[in-house]
């Protein structure tokens, strides 16, 4: 059974930083495209960074500025997100995502993904 669980989440200060994790398992997801997004309260949800495939092209949404990246470690089978200088608008519950194998899609699509992790609440304080 697939499965993705993230973690990292909680509660930081304007311009802090947060580490998310998301680690997989029930399969090897070295060679899919994988992806954080994000939901707000009474917003949709938004990609925040992917990856394409085994590629290794990434892909950020423009409000990421340079503040966010994403990292993947197929021994682990793990991908990150890194966050720096966190803003008033990024609290939210974060997603991870996972595509198939051998299906190459756009990261941003969310409709394309597959599996979906149950997200981590990320709160900025200022």
């Known amino acids: 059974q697939v499965q993705l669980v993230e973690s990292g989440g909680g509660l930081v200060q304007d311009g802090g930083s947060l580490r998310l994790s998301c680690a997989a398992s029930g399969r090897t997801f070295s060679t899919v495209t994988m992806g954080w997004f994000r939901q707000a309260p009474g917003k949709e949800r938004e990609f925040v960074a992917g990856v394409y495939g085994d590629a290794g092209s990434t892909y950020y949404a423009d409000f990421v500025k340079g503040r966010f990246t994403f990292s993947r470690d197929n021994i682990k089978n793990c991908v990150y997100l890194q966050m720096n200088s966190l803003q008033p608008e990024d609290p939210a519950v974060y997603f991870c995502?996972?595509?198939?194998?051998?299906?190459?899609?756009?990261?941003?699509?969310?409709?394309?993904?597959?599996?979906w992790g149950q997200g981590t609440q990320v709160t900025v304080s200022s």
């Open positions: 995502a996972a595509g198939t194998p051998a299906r190459y899609f756009n990261p941003r699509d969310a409709a394309k993904y597959a599996y």
